[in-house]
Nanobody, 126 residues
Framework: QVQLVESGGGLVQTGGSLRLSCTAS????????MGWFRRAPGKERDFVAA????????NYADSVKGRFTISRDNAKNTVYLQMNSLKPEDTAVYYC???????????????????WGQGTQVTVSS
């Protein structure tokens, strides 16, 4: 089992920044690809970013490229999502996810991940 706990969400104005953190416990954090997804009100859970276990490969949704950066610190069992130049359309609940197999693969679909956190709310005001 892997437990994931997100933090760092909040209310920010358009153009502002936030850094989300996801801390894992339970099974070994390293050698697992990690991802961030988000669900806006009335919408499905969408892919945001993902990172392989070695940091050698990342993947981003087109809507966040150039604004968001995913990173990880295996020593701290934590993955981060630095969000800059935030827009009202970034408002959503953000979820952290972990993938058990193929740690070099960075899926962009919900089905590519095995464990999920409870989510943290990000609200961007206009």
């Amino acid at each position: 089992q892997v437990q994931l706990v997100e933090s760092g969400g909040g209310l920010v104005q358009t153009g502002g920044s936030l850094r989300l953190s996801c801390t894992a416990s339970g099974r070994t954090f390293s050698r697992k690809a990690m991802g961030w997804f988000r669900r806006a009100p009335g919408k499905e859970r969408d892919f945001v970013a993902a990172i392989s276990w070695s940091d050698s490969r990342t993947n981003y949704a087109d809507s966040v490229k150039g604004r968001f950066t995913i990173s990880r610190d295996n020593a701290k069992n934590t993955v981060y999502l630095q969000m800059n130049s935030l827009k009202p359309e970034d408002t959503a609940v953000y979820y952290c996810a972990a993938r058990l197999s193929d740690p070099a693969v960075v899926p962009t679909t919900v089905g590519g991940y095995d464990y999920w956190g409870q989510g943290t709310q990000v609200t961007v005001s206009s």
